[in-house]
């Protein structure tokens, strides 16, 4: 807390078996520059560049590439942070993330005190539940930001017959394990979402 970091130049994590920095609560000035041949696997949550960023904790102006596979069950996970409870600021991925609950290109979960701006996600989003261009679950603020990825769910086989049914039954249908939440910016939000655009297919054919 209470640090400004600043990146002076793209850096390339391919090959360095990079461990995702645990929690941040000072100030990341990206200048612009981009982290590249971000890889993460295996069976953790919330995972990201960051784990969590901090309610003080700001990251700006950083541009993130790579692929974020889970060989494992993952939920928050998000490229730039796993779980917000800050703001992230023009930042932008581009690459492929997956996991199980909770994903987003920018932020796994943006919780209620987290603000999200001015950011882009290209690529592809996927995950089982809650699945979103730019995070997988917002009870905070999302602005300004556009999502071009594919964003779908992994669930290979739904038995519900949809066409049958009314909007209650839909909304009832919630807590079923096979019905999935997915979204160009959000899989759900019970917060803010204000000024956004999603040029992503979402939920493409897949079955």
């Known amino acids: 807390q209470g640090k400004t970091v600043y990146l002076d130049n793209d850096v390339d994590l391919s090959g360095s078996d990079f461990v995702p920095i645990p929690t941040f609560g000072g100030t990341f ?3 612009g520059h981009t982290v590249s041949g971000l890889e993460l696997s295996g069976d953790a949550s919330h995972m990201g560049l960051f784990r969590y960023v901090q309610a003080v904790g700001t990251v700006r102006d950083l541009k993130v590439t790579g692929n974020i596979d889970a060989a494992g069950t993952l939920n928050e996970i998000g490229a730039i942070v796993g779980t917000n409870y800050g703001t992230i600021s023009g930042c932008s991925f581009n690459g492929t993330i997956s996991g199980e609950n909770n994903v987003g290109g920018i932020a796994g979960t943006n919780l209620a005190a987290g603000v999200i701006e001015s950011c882009t996600t290209t690529g592809s989003v996927y995950g089982a539940h809650f699945i979103g261009g730019i995070a997988g679950e917002n009870h905070g603020i999302i602005a300004n930001c556009t ?3 594919s964003v779908n769910t992994t669930v290979e086989q739904n038995d519900i017959d949809l066409s049958s049914l009314t909007l209650n039954d839909l909304i009832g249908t919630e807590n079923v394990a096979d019905i999935t939440d997915i979204g160009g910016i959000a899989g759900q939000s019970g917060g ?3 000024a956004c655009m999603n040029r992503g297919t979402v939920g493409y054919q897949h079955m």
Do not use: F
């Open 147 to 149: 999502n071009t990825s």
């Open 192 to 194: 803010v979402i204000r």
């Open 29 to 31: 000035e990206g200048q």
